[in-house]
């Protein structure tokens, strides 16, 4: 059924349509409102989940943790602040094999004080072992989470996922969305039956103390099921497609990029943009594409690698920058595309820090610029800060 | 055990932490004077580690030394002074 909504109501709606068990959450902006109805989604019964009010992200998370050890489906969604008091039990949901499904509605992390979008938080929690993935729109909000589920849950992954939108410039921001039927869900979502529950009767420990001659190989393990996650967000999409209609392309989506000579990577909300100056581009007959990268953990390296042997020049956009180094997508991209050093050129440009908005105008300089490199130009700068007040016109 | 094939997916074990005697841990034994206590049960409420007993209301609490790791918070919070903590060495004999 085609509804106006907002990211956050589509993430609380795909929560209730997931039939999520049990819920623990702490308000944050600009998360809170996902928080606050499925509150009332739950006051209301129509959400039959246990809603546990916590007294902090970090507790919401450990509380989520043995609710998941018991079989239960579980869901929380947090921001910036929050993700980052949260960080400790990341690592334990990962660890303890959890499939915990939290939207992260990303934000900056103060100081300087800025509750508007950017992806710091998301890149701070990238090696604790979570799938992430990112969402251009509120209707990917809504399927990315049914799909999250579908690919935590697997047996032969078992890990938990972050589904990311971009905070008000998605979760604040109505747009048409189309809710699936409850009994469409059922059909392509199966309750949640792990192999290890907790059973009351017969007490044990849980994530106990691993010696050193055994820990190494555990975190193989996980490795391994992080690695086996690339064919299953596969698999996922493509039975979306089957169920639902709709296609999001597996862990990266090429936007005519089928004969571009240069090509822009990027996540989230900013990737609409970039489609839109693309196809501005064309209109004047230039041949640029967009890599949205759906999925930043597990990296999609090989898919990279193949547009890397078409597509000369690839240029990276962060919303984050990691600090003495670069753009944290941008130095993987770089990394995946080692096999073709000195074949493929590549930038990256940092934009969009603390909800500064990032234009159509902004990505076809961008364009541009990556246009002057694959004809010969220099790169200039390895690293460009987007529309920073330098005193140049460049911007 | 010979390769990470055989490892479940998360670590658990068969029995409960009561299995672990922690109170090989202590260097400070709480030792409760009952003839100050009133069996107000301010310990029992406070220890963070379930290693005060009572068994059943107005039994004087009893210190579990298997599980104690002397931490000495009952000391700290009774009302009466009743749980003095003492070095292990002084009770022990080897």
């Known amino acids: ?395 | 055990m010979e390769t990470y094939r055989d490892l479940p997916q998360s670590t658990y074990t068969l029995q409960t932490t009561e299995s672990v005697r922690t109170g090989t841990w202590r260097t400070l034994r709480p030792v409760i004077d009952q003839s100050k206590c009133v069996r107000c049960y301010a310990c029992w409420k406070f220890c963070p580690d379930l290693s005060i007993e009572v068994h059943e209301e107005g039994d004087y609490p009893k210190v579990d030394y298997d599980h104690c790791k002397g931490c000495g918070i009952c000391s700290n919070e009774c009302p009466k002074q009743a749980i003095q903590m003492v070095r292990e060495e002084s009770v022990c004999s080897i």
């Open chain 1, 1 to 395: 059924m085609l509804d106006l909504m907002t990211a956050n109501a589509a993430a609380a709606k795909a929560a209730m349509l997931a039939r999520v068990e049990v819920i623990a959450a702490y308000p944050i902006t600009p998360q809170t409102s996902i928080s606050e109805k499925l509150a009332e989604m739950c006051a209301n019964n129509e959400l039959r989940a246990k809603y546990i009010k916590v007294e902090s992200e970090h507790s919401a998370m450990a509380a989520l943790i043995g609710a998941s050890f018991i079989g239960a489906r579980t869901f929380t969604a947090t921001s910036s602040q929050g993700l980052a008091l949260m960080h400790e039990m990341l690592f334990w949901a990962a660890g303890a094999r959890r499939p915990i499904v939290m939207p992260v509605v990303s934000r900056a992390l103060g100081p300087p004080w800025n509750i508007w979008t950017d992806h710091m938080d998301v890149m701070g929690e990238r090696d604790t072992g979570w799938l992430q993935f990112f969402c251009e729109n509120n209707q990917e909000t809504l399927d990315m989470i049914l799909m999250a589920y579908r690919i935590a849950e697997d047996r032969d992954i078992m890990l938990p996922a972050m589904v990311i939108e971009d905070g008000f410039i998605l979760s604040h921001t109505f747009e048409k969305v189309d809710v699936p039927a409850i009994e469409e869900v059922d059909f392509y979502l199966h309750p949640f039956n792990p192999d290890v529950k907790v059973n009351l009767n017969k007490p044990r420990r849980y994530g106990s103390l691993v010696m050193p001659d055994w820990a190494m190989e555990f975190r193989y393990n996980n490795a391994l099921a992080m690695e086996r996650a690339k064919k299953k967000v596969v698999e996922a999409g493509t039975a979306f497609k089957k169920a639902f209609g709709r296609d999001y392309g597996g862990l990266l989506e090429e936007y005519r990029c089928e004969d571009a000579e240069v090509a822009l990577v990027i996540v989230g909300s900013a990737a609409g943009t970039a489609k839109v100056s693309a196809d501005r581009m064309r209109e004047r007959g230039k041949k640029v594409g967009v890599l949205k990268l759906r999925a930043f953990r597990p990296f999609p390296s090989d898919e990279l690698l193949a547009v890397g042997k078409r597509v000369g020049t690839i240029g990276v956009f962060d919303r984050s920058y990691t600090y003495g180094q670069g753009g944290a997508i941008f130095g993987e991209v770089r990394n995946a595309l080692f096999p073709l050093a000195g074949q493929v050129r590549t930038k990256g440009y940092i934009g969009g820090l603390g909800g500064r908005d990032v234009t159509e105008n902004d990505f076809e300089k961008i364009f541009e610029d990556l246009l002057a490199i694959s004809s010969g130009g220099k790169a200039g700068k390895e690293i460009e800060w987007v529309a920073l007040k330098d005193g140049s016109l460049r911007w």
